[in-house]
């Protein structure tokens, strides 16, 4: 929980790094706050109201960490934009996420890690 809540600390920070387990952490809180909020959509019948504005509150959060989490792989945040491309843009920025971070320092800040 403390990944998550430090994401959402640094809400606007595009710049820096962002580790693995911190990014992947605040997209396992998220799609799990997601979860909750869809079944209570469910039961009490608001359909996506919840759901909706706990995306838009969590989507620039979302987005930065993105942005910091390519950083760390060395490559820009203009990489984003890939997502644009049906199915293989989403693919590549998977790929990109789930690689290591370049080891010492780069052009985008020190390690996390040290």
Request: net charge positive; proline share 4%.
């Amino acid at each position: 929980m403390n990944w998550y809540l430090a994401v959402l600390k640094n809400y606007a920070q595009f710049n820096g790094r962002a580790r693995r387990k911190e990014y992947w952490m605040f997209v396992l809180f998220s799609c799990l706050i997601s979860l909750v909020l869809a079944i209570v959509e469910g039961v009490i019948g608001l359909p996506g109201v919840l759901s909706g504005l706990y995306s838009l509150a969590v989507l620039v959060p979302s987005i930065a960490v993105l942005f910091r989490r390519l950083h760390d792989t060395g490559r820009s945040g203009w990489w984003v934009l890939l997502l644009f491309v049906p199915l293989l843009g989403a693919l590549a920025i998977l790929f990109f996420t789930v690689q290591e971070g370049e080891s010492g320092e780069n052009a985008y800040g020190p390690n996390p890690k040290a």
